[in-house]
C-alpha cells in the first residue's frame, strides 16, 4: 500500500478508538463527576448545617435547663421546709410547741409565718419565683455579677451538685420573698432545739 492510502486508513477511525472521541467521553465523564461532586457537597453541607444547629439548640435549651434548675431547686427546696416546719409546728398540742420552742415570740413568730405560708398556693409561690428571677435578672443587668459555673471554660456542661446545696443548712442564698421565708424560719428558730431542721 502506498503512504496516501496508509494514512486514509489511520485518519478512518472505524472502531471509534480516536482521541476526540475519547476527549469527548473523558470530559462528559469529568462533567457528571463535577455535577455529582457539587450535589453531594451541597447535600452534605446542608445535612451538616441542620445537624450542627440542632446541636445548638439542644445544648442551649440544656444550658437554659440548667441555670434555671441552679436558681431555682434551692430556694424550692428551702420554702418547702418552711412549709413544712411550719404546718408540723401548727399541729402540736401546745404543751409541745412550748418545750420545743420556748419564748412566746418565737411561737408567735412561728404561728405568723405559717399563716403567710399556708394561705399561700403553689401558683402563688411560683409567681413570687418568677418575679424574683425577672427582678433578679434586671439588676443583673444593671451590673450586678452573677456566678454562671456550671459551663467549663471549654464550654462542657458541669454536673450540678444538689447535695452541696441542699446539705448545707446555713446556705440561704437567694434574693426575694421565698428567699426571705427561710430566714425568718432560721432566725426563729436559731436559738431552739429545732435549729437543726434547717
Known amino acids: 500500500?502506498?503512504?496516501?492510502?496508509?494514512?486514509?486508513?489511520?485518519?478512518?477511525?472505524?472502531?471509534?478508538?480516536?482521541?476526540t472521541h475519547q476527549d469527548?467521553?473523558?470530559?462528559?465523564?469529568?462533567?457528571d463527576l463535577d455535577r455529582e461532586w457539587q450535589a453531594r457537597y451541597k447535600q452534605f453541607h446542608t445535612v451538616?448545617?441542620?445537624?450542627?444547629?440542632?446541636?445548638?439548640k439542644e445544648t442551649a435549651a440544656q444550658l437554659g435547663f440548667n441555670n434555671g434548675f441552679k436558681e431555682s431547686v434551692l430556694i424550692g427546696y428551702n420554702f418547702g421546709?418552711?412549709?413544712g416546719i411550719t404546718s408540723l409546728f401548727a399541729i402540736l398540742p401546745e404543751h409541745v410547741k412550748v418545750k420545743l420552742v420556748e419564748t412566746s415570740e418565737g411561737r408567735t413568730k412561728l404561728e405568723a409565718l405559717?399563716?403567710?405560708v399556708s394561705?399561700?398556693?403553689g401558683k402563688d409561690a411560683l409567681k413570687l419565683f418568677h418575679e424574683d428571677v425577672l427582678k433578679d435578672g434586671v439588676e443583673t443587668k444593671m451590673g450586678r455579677s452573677k456566678d454562671n459555673?456550671?459551663?467549663?471554660?471549654?464550654?462542657?456542661?458541669?454536673?450540678?451538685?444538689?447535695?452541696?446545696?441542699?446539705?448545707?443548712?446555713s446556705n440561704t442564698s437567694g434574693t426575694g420573698?421565698?428567699?426571705?421565708?427561710?430566714?425568718?424560719?432560721?432566725?426563729?428558730?436559731?436559738?431552739?432545739?429545732l435549729k437543726d431542721a434547717c
Open 1 to 19: 500500500m502506498d503512504s496516501t492510502c496508509q494514512g486514509s486508513i489511520e485518519d478512518d477511525d472505524f472502531f471509534g478508538d480516536d482521541e
Open 48 to 56: 451538616g448545617y441542620r445537624e450542627g444547629l440542632l446541636a445548638g
Open 81 to 83: 421546709k418552711v412549709r
Open 149 to 169: 459555673s456550671q459551663v467549663d471554660l471549654e464550654g462542657n456542661l458541669q454536673t450540678l451538685k444538689l447535695e452541696e446545696h441542699i446539705g448545707s443548712s
Open 119 to 121: 394561705s399561700m398556693s
Open 24 to 31: 469527548k467521553l473523558n470530559t462528559n465523564s469529568v462533567l
Open 177 to 193: 420573698e421565698l428567699a426571705d421565708l427561710h430566714r425568718q424560719l432560721v432566725s426563729v428558730l436559731e436559738n431552739t432545739y
Open 114 to 116: 405559717h399563716g403567710k
